[in-house]
């Protein structure tokens, strides 16, 4: 079976949507800092963003590892566990970093604004999702979401990333 990261470098249409609105590039996965986990797992930067943030793969294996995610301003999370679950995130809730409340009334107003501006997202998000074999039907936003704040609030708490030369621990992304 083919690597998700295969199939989105093979599918031109899926690339571009999780490059924008996404905010999510395979060219892009080195840090700029020198990171570790606390618990000394490993820790594999693959993908990043335009602001200079990274997602990295916690520990040993594939695709199926939990997702970090460090922002440039000293900011981290766990936001999924596995490349499937954050490409749905993507995918469905492009905005996720601006959803601190992590409620539907949240993600409905700021989907509003990515509508406003990019009226195609649905159809391009369904064809994005449709060419890398990920169901979207029973991911709402607000069950994205939910699983967003799962992670990154309850799992999460065991992957705290140390900026090294300091010793001293990013923030955490989202507030509980």
């Known amino acids: 079976m083919k690597s998700l990261i295969t199939a ?23 840090h700029v800092e020198d990171v570790h986990l606390a618990s000394g ?21 594939g695709e199926e590892r939990p997702v970090l995610y460090a922002d440039s301003e000293g900011g981290a999370a766990l936001v999924a566990i596995g490349l499937p679950e954050l490409l749905r995130l993507l995918l469905v809730a492009p905005w996720w970093r601006d959803c601190q409340t992590f409620t539907a009334e949240e993600s409905r107003k700021l989907a509003a604004e990515y509508l406003e501006d990019m009226p195609d997202l649905v ?5 994005a ?39 001293e621990p990013y923030d955490p992304l989202f507030e509980g």
């Open 123 to 127: 159809p391009r998000r369904d064809r």
């Open 41 to 61: 797992a490993a820790l594999e930067g693959f993908a990043g963003d335009g602001a200079g943030g990274t997602f990295f793969f916690c520990g040993e294996g």
């Open 8 to 30: 989105v470098r093979e599918h031109d249409e899926a690339a571009s949507f999780l490059a924008w609105p996404g905010d999510f590039d395979l060219a892009r996965g080195d």
């Open 129 to 167: 999702a449709a060419a890398l074999g990920l169901a979207l039907a029973l991911a709402a936003e607000g069950d994205v979401l939910a699983r967003l704040r799962e992670v990154a609030l309850g799992i999460g708490k065991d992957f705290t990333l140390i900026f090294t030369p300091e010793g």
